[in-house]
């Protein structure tokens, strides 16, 4: 059988439902873990990435950890890697800071190009809302005739990203299939 799907999360934190409450994520993982079946379907799953930036311990010892857990557990779903990007610190008008993950596109982008040339699966999908894929995304379907889907959100959806690929899938609907609203 040909190597299926491959999933690249890049907005995970659209699908964490844990309310920005880093001690309580086990459900969070359970909604990953799920989702990743929901978009699998009945294609083999090779592989799911999910790029992310360790958390500032200096700003915050206990959410850092309480990350670096929720970080583990994720690590236990079968076929998941957490690929760790770098976490910039920057000052902002005002004197406060904001944090931005940095080189998560880029890894994404050629986690997916490096897939196709290595032949490691047939569609891939990019769960983003992202344009700065386009490009990569046309390689990979035009040079490698690979199939790629965008799983998003409706409210961080690009349509020029959705038109470049060869099907979509709405995640709000998919994620009224998955969470327990209790």
Known sequence: MAKELEIKYIELSEIIPYERNPRKNDKAVDVVAKSIKELAGDRELVSTNYYVAPLDI???EEKYWAHQRFLNKLR???KFEVVLCTLKKLKADGGKYVYVVKGDDVKMSNALLMGAVDNLYDTAIV?????DFIDS???VRKRYKK?????YFSKSSSSNLRNACDFTINLDKILDKIV???
């Not at 769960?127 to 344009?131: A, K, T, V």
């Not at 199939?147 to 799983?151: F, P, S």
């Open 147 to 151: 199939k790629i889907g965008n799983a």
């Open 76 to 78: 236990q779903i079968p």
């Open 127 to 131: 769960i983003s809302g992202d344009e």
């Open 137 to 139: 995304i046309n390689i």
């Open 180 to 182: 327990d609203k209790k």
């Open 58 to 60: 200096k700003a915050d």
